[in-house]
């Protein structure tokens, strides 16, 4: 189900190696069909004759139409694997954008600040995010957490949100496996940690800071996000807007969405430096 891009030149190579077989493969005259005028066997011989032309195709001219079918779905697949593309991305961002006004509403209420991460205990990761906002009643559907785009193609039947009494009595591989799904597809802002004090992510409207992502991945370079196909991942700031990012720095500053300043993956050094994970 994953989208790729056709070889270059294709369509060119393909013209070329009909027009080799073509020439190779000289014209056979079909054989003339008996008359046949006896009877009803006369009027279907007429009406055949009225639709039908009056040579059957030959080897050539099957092989050039073949080709030329080639060329035009060539042509046509990419054109809809590319619009499918930039539709998952649309719906991308409008998952993210619904999570933003979620967020932001959470902050109005806690000060001016999004949820904390816990440094520890069994709420100490990123997607505690996601149950916060259910159990303040901010996030209506779950599948909001699902991109469109994910490589894992996440079932939103097979998908839930703990609880936070469920999470918080979970011990041992389920507990690894709520914390691990609970925040889905996407990627949340660690906070900051600096001068022996853990801050959560404040609520300044900032355009540069990022709070929200597609999720990291652990295999591609600069663990860029393997959703949409690992081209690039879509990210939200704190004053809600949104951009598709081919590399994980965010421009003018080229600050790393998934690491710190320092490049590790780990709380960002101050309120400037935002880290998702």
Not at 62 to 77: K, R
Not at 104 to 130: D, K, L, M, T, W
Not at 181 to 197: H, P, Q, R
Not at 224 to 231: A, D, I, K, T, V
């Amino acid at each position: 189900n994953e989208d790729f891009e056709p070889p270059p030149a294709l369509a060119e190579l393909t013209c070329d190696l009909v027009e080799g077989y073509a020439e190779a493969c000289p014209s056979v005259e079909p054989a003339k069909r008996p008359q046949s005028r006896v009877g009803w066997r006369w009027v279907r011989s007429a009406a055949c004759e009225t639709c039908l032309p009056s040579g059957a195709w030959s080897a050539t001219d099957t092989i050039v139409m073949a080709g030329v079918l080639l060329a035009v779905s060539l042509m046509f697949f990419p054109a809809i694997a590319g619009s499918r593309y930039r539709a998952q991305i649309t719906a991308c961002g409008d998952n993210l954008r619904n999570l933003g006004i979620a967020l932001a509403g959470y902050s109005e209420q806690h000060q001016g600040f999004f949820p904390s991460i816990p440094v520890s205990g069994n709420r100490s990761v990123a997607g505690i995010y996601a149950v916060l906002l259910a159990d303040s009643e901010r996030l209506e559907d779950p599948r909001l957490l699902l991109c469109p785009g994910s490589r894992w193609r996440t079932q939103p039947a097979d998908f839930r949100l703990p609880t936070l009494a469920e999470l918080d009595q979970a011990r041992g591989r389920q507990l690894s496996d709520l914390q691990r799904k609970m925040g889905g597809d996407y990627a949340y802002s660690l906070g900051t940690y600096s001068n022996g004090y853990y801050r959560p992510p404040r609520n300044l409207l900032r355009e540069c800071c990022a709070l929200l992502a597609d999720a990291p991945s652990l295999h591609l370079p600069g663990r860029q996000s393997g959703n949409h196909g690992g081209r690039g991942q879509s990210v939200m700031f704190e004053d809600l807007h949104i951009e598709f990012l081919a590399t994980p720095q965010c421009k003018p500053r080229g600050d790393d969405v998934y690491r710190n300043r320092l490049g590790f993956v780990e709380t960002g050094l101050d309120e400037y430096d935002s880290v998702l994970g």
